[in-house]
């Protein structure tokens, strides 16, 4: 299949072109480093040939000039920039990012005769929903509690609305909304990593502190209504969510309007996180109580039996020790990460 991905030099972009890569499809990727690393293209040329433009995936017509040199069959738009507390700082650059550039991808699309796309959605759209509906499931209300949320929730919003509209001007669209959990980990041969400008991440931030990078770690809140009164999440590995893009794109057919959950279905504590860090490092660091970071929702953790009773996609990968000493061996060989910018 002839594939477009967006935002190709991130860290979850990044791995599905090599995924994409090493399964024989062709890859077209645009990055325009804003917050992409030059050093995972780099890395992603060493393992084979794709097609890279520096760009900005807003620029309709430079799009769907792309979308038609290429024969671009299908998209994964992974571009945007997801920093819920910077969102909350800069909802303006979040809304411009995430949601403008979405709508103008999907006209350079139309303009392409482009008819399919999976699109990184987040569980941040379901904002704080109580705790009798976590585990959550695709139906729990999207009520975002910060401009991240929203950014990305709109777009949801403009596919449905697009799919209607195509579907009844006979020209079937099909869409899938992936909506993420906390992605963590990275490629088992360590040929790519995490590496955010800033970092804002948990789990690269306590493994930067555990390099000695950083003096200490904050824990943002320890106040908050769970166990241990520190943040829950599910943490799922990269490479289980770029299977769960393949299996959705070999299923998306035309009409198609699919949203999923993906995570592993269980919930981590900021203290679990920086304590499974410390036994996979061997190395301690210092742990401060710091406040809470505005817009954090206390609780999130995903039930994914929609796209496994669906597709039969499972994450493989349930141990976040394991998940996180992926992310320690591509630290240890690449200490400052791409090492640039
Ligand atoms: N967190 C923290 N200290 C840090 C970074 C993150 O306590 O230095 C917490 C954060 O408040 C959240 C969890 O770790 O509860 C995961 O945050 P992250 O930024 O990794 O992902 P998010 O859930 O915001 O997408």
Redesign the pocket.
């Known amino acids: 299949m002839n594939v477009l991905v967006t935002g190709g030099a991130g860290f979850i972009g990044s791995h599905a072109i090599l995924r994409l890569m090493e399964d024989g499809h062709t890859v077209t990727s645009i990055d325009d480093f804003s917050r992409g690393n030059r050093g995972a293209i780099a890395a992603l040329r060493a393992v084979g040939p794709f097609e890279f433009v520096e760009g900005d995936v807003g620029d309709r017509a430079l799009m769907a000039t792309l979308m038609r040199d290429r024969g671009i069959d299908l998209v994964m738009h992974f571009a945007a920039k ?4 910077e969102s909350m700082d800069i909802p303006l650059t979040y809304y411009a990012t995430n949601t403008s550039a979405s709508i103008a991808l999907l006209q350079a699309m139309d303009d392409a005769g482009v008819e399919r796309i999976v699109f990184s959605s987040t569980c ?1 759209s379901y904002g704080e929903p109580p705790a009798d509906r976590v585990p959550i499931r695709e139906d729990c209300p999207q009520r975002p509690i910060n401009p991240y949320g929203y950014s990305k929730w709109f777009v949801e919003r403009v596919l449905f609305d697009h799919g209607r509209a195509k579907r009844e001007a006979g020209r079937p669209f099909g869409f899938a909304c992936l909506r993420y959990f ?1 992605v963590a980990g990275n490629d088992q041969k360590s040929r790519l990593g995490e590496d955010h400008r800033p970092e ?4 690269p ?1 306590c493994l930067e502190a555990a390099l000695g990078h950083r003096k200490s ?5 320890t106040d908050y209504a769970t166990p241990d009164g ?2 829950i ?1 599910d943490y799922v590995h990269v490479s289980d969510l770029i299977d769960a893009h393949i299996t959705v794109m070999s299923a998306l057919g035309p009409g198609d309007e699919r949203t999923y959950n993906i995570g592993i279905g269980d919930g981590s504590s ?1 203290r679990e ?1 920086i304590e499974a860090t410390r036994d996979v490092t061997g190395r301690a660091f210092e742990v401060i109580e ?1 406040p ?2 505005a817009g ?1 929702p206390p609780m ?1 953790y995903a039930d994914s039996s929609k796209i496994r009773d669906e597709l039969g996609w499972v994450a493989k990968h349930t141990d976040l020790r394991g998940i996180i000493d992926d992310a320690w061996r591509w630290r240890q060989v690449h200490p400052h990460g791409y090492g640039e910018q």
């Open positions: 997801a920093y819920v507390g941040a906390n804002t991440h948990l789990i931030i770690i904050t824990v943002f809140g520190t943040c999440r900021v996180v710091g809470r970071r954090d999130l």
